[in-house]
């Protein structure tokens, strides 16, 4: 079964990764993107955030991650894919994204979920802010569609 | 019925609001639109701005009709 959903709740990763597996399948890749405390700056220093929030243009977002899901499957030999992406307000460390993608073969997965993050990344409307001790920024994404 | 035009993020922040309504009358591309937000909130004009009709990105030329939706955001940074 091939899904994908938006969540105020706390991904269960590992039930994501079951729930994409079929019987003709011999591997899963599943990708666990999680907040991270320290981020590099433009000018190259390192900044350290307190917590982040996530927000999706709900409709759209989930359109735009169909469609990937679409082009990942005409793409690569892949069975079934699942994409799960939290929003609102999450800790560092806890998880924002899963992507798990099964296929008979592991290479195909791995290349697949490769390229999902990366067009998710660029695609899908849904964005992060940062919020440091001393401010907040809305992260603006470096390449568009 | 106007037309929707919704902000995300930093564009919701610089809007102060997370939509409002835009008269269509006539035959206005998406780009007519967005540079009528853009005017009305020029705050907006020094962010790289994207835009979508209908919950598709928008190419700017669609020719947008009372009760559609348009979406203004910065590029996204999900993930």
């Known amino acids: ?145 | 019925m106007p037309v929707r035009v919704l902000f995300f993020g930093a564009t919701a922040d610089i809007a102060g609001k997370r939509d409002i309504e835009v008269d269509a009358a006539g035959s206005k591309t998406s780009r007519d639109i967005f540079d009528e937000v853009v005017s009305r909130f020029p705050r907006l004009a020094s962010h790289r701005l994207l835009y979508s009709v209908n919950q598709q990105y928008a190419s700017g030329d669609e020719i947008v009709r009372d009760g559609d939706e348009l979406g203004i955001f910065t590029a996204v940074s999900g993930g």
């Open chain 1, 1 to 145: 079964m091939d899904f994908c959903e938006l969540t105020t709740d706390a991904i269960d990763m590992n039930s994501v990764a079951r729930r994409v597996v079929p019987p003709e399948c011999g591997a899963t890749v599943t990708l666990d993107g999680y907040a991270r405390a320290f981020t590099k700056q433009k000018d190259g220093s390192t900044r350290e955030t307190l917590y982040l929030v996530y927000e999706a243009y709900d409709d759209m977002a989930l359109k735009e991650m169909e469609k990937l899901i679409e082009i990942s499957k005409d793409k690569f030999e892949i069975s079934n894919v699942g994409i799960v992406h939290r929003t609102g307000r999450l800790e560092i460390g806890e998880t924002s994204v899963v992507i798990s993608v099964a296929a008979p073969h592991r290479r195909a997965a791995f290349e697949a979920c490769e390229w999902l993050i990366k067009e998710l990344k660029r695609t899908v409307p849904i964005w992060k802010k940062e919020v440091y001790a001393d401010g907040e920024e809305w992260v603006e994404g470096s390449e568009t569609p």
